[in-house]
């Protein structure tokens, strides 16, 4: 099998970062030695964007992409395109759609106007644009269609690119292969997360960090894996992934439950060695 660089997404680290501007060239030293070839950001944790591009590059990680929170790119896109091309990123991510502005709801054509606007902005700049999906994009609309696909309806692929999450559509019932090959040449970066799933459970975004969900009384287990260790078979997703003419696979791991946030991203890098990548 062909194999494509591989990145981590730097959430999964983030307990090493935040308010710990010192840690991150450590923290990107052993990114760096346990094979990663790049990095996909999610914040700067006190830093400059000119201090993050002089640091990844002193280590020798690439820069891939970032994830900033859409009331970033709403409030300032032009400030977000220029902070990540300084840093070097060919990609910006909106990586959360807040209940407000999902599926079936008044804030959702607005939204859908904004990505357009700010994906324009980004493309002025030289910079794509894409969307991270989570579960909730699969919800059936009136007329059939998954939410997910309408939204790549709507906006069009010079504006919108596609970060398939292989965790969250196994979650929602598909298959992840499946989307990456749907899409195609619309996936350039593509996440790799793995997880175990038993029975029902419920608020499975407290997970992430996002309280803003109903509680309800949870009646499983979800917990997130390190590639490898979870119930996602990974040869077809890797597969596609060659197969669609992606870029990029980047880990990401969103807790750990004591495992450790680098010893976590060690272990995936070490499977996906195992496979061949």
Not at 10 to 15: E, K, P
Not at 108 to 124: D, F, P
Not at 154 to 178: F, N, Y
Request: proline content about 5%.
């Amino acid at each position: 099998m062909n194999k494509l660089p591989v990145g981590i997404q730097v959430y999964g680290l983030r307990d090493l970062l935040e308010d710990k501007p010192d840690n991150f060239r450590d923290v990107m030293k052993k990114v760096k030695e346990y094979g990663y070839d790049g990095v996909e950001l999610a914040g700067l944790y006190g830093l400059s964007p000119e201090e993050v591009r002089d640091t990844l590059a002193e280590v020798g990680l690439v820069p891939i992409s970032a994830h900033v929170p859409l009331a970033d790119f709403m409030t300032d896109a032009e400030k977000v395109a220029k902070d990540y091309l300084t840093i070097g990123c060919k990609y910006v991510v909106v990586p959360y759609l807040p209940e407000e502005y999902r599926h079936l709801t008044p804030g959702y054509e607005t939204v859908i106007s904004e990505m357009k606007r700010v994906g324009g902005v980004m493309k002025s700049h030289g910079l794509k644009l894409l969307y991270h999906n989570h579960d909730f994009e699969f919800v059936t609309l009136p007329d059939g269609r998954f939410g997910f696909d309408d939204i790549y309806e709507q906006i069009p692929a010079d504006i919108l690119m596609v970060e398939p999450d292989t965790c969250w559509i196994k979650v929602a019932g598909q298959s992840p292969e499946a989307y990456i090959r749907k899409y195609g040449e619309r996936c350039e970066i593509i996440h790799l997360k793995d997880f175990i799933k038993e029975g029902k459970p419920k608020n499975l975004y407290k997970l992430i960090g996002i309280e803003t969900e109903e509680n309800s009384e949870d009646t499983g287990i979800f917990e997130f894996r390190p590639v490898g260790f979870g119930q996602q078979l990974w040869e077809p997703i890797l597969g596609a992934s060659v197969e669609a003419g992606a870029k990029w696979v980047i880990v990401e791991q969103d807790e750990h439950y004591g495992l450790g946030a680098l010893e976590a991203a060690r272990r995936s890098r070490e499977y996906l060695k195992i496979l061949g990548w």
